[in-house]
């Protein structure tokens, strides 16, 4: 067996800092997405608006000055489902990035550990002895 060059091990080391550094990045991206991430919803007939941010707080709610003649349990549970309409969209946007660079991370190389040099200096030795 060969023991690898030392310009093999530059190499490699060049590669991960690369793939590190583009990840980085890719996480920057996905962190300035995340931050402009929201969910719009609006009832059927429109009277009732709302928009959610990516952690699901509620940024926005309009109200059509038209829902003063709806009963107040009917436009309790229509404030409610769209309240909850743009939160799922939120939540849904919000997924799809994370998923999105969680799939990135799985191409990233092993860390390089205590192992590596360890394994080069075993090599060096079993070269020496045969």
Known sequence: MTTPSPEADAEHMERVLSQGARMMARLRQAQAELRDVSGRAESSDGMVRA?????????????NPRVMRLDHAALGKQVTAV?????????????????????????????LDETFIRDRVEQVARNLIS
């Open 51 to 63: 928009v959610a941010d990516g952690r699901g707080s509620i940024v926005e709610l309009r109200l």
């Open 83 to 111: 309240l909850q309409d743009a939160q799922r969209e939120a939540e849904t946007r919000v997924r799809r990035i994370t998923d999105d660079v969680m799939a990135d991370t799985e191409h990233m190389p092993q860390p």
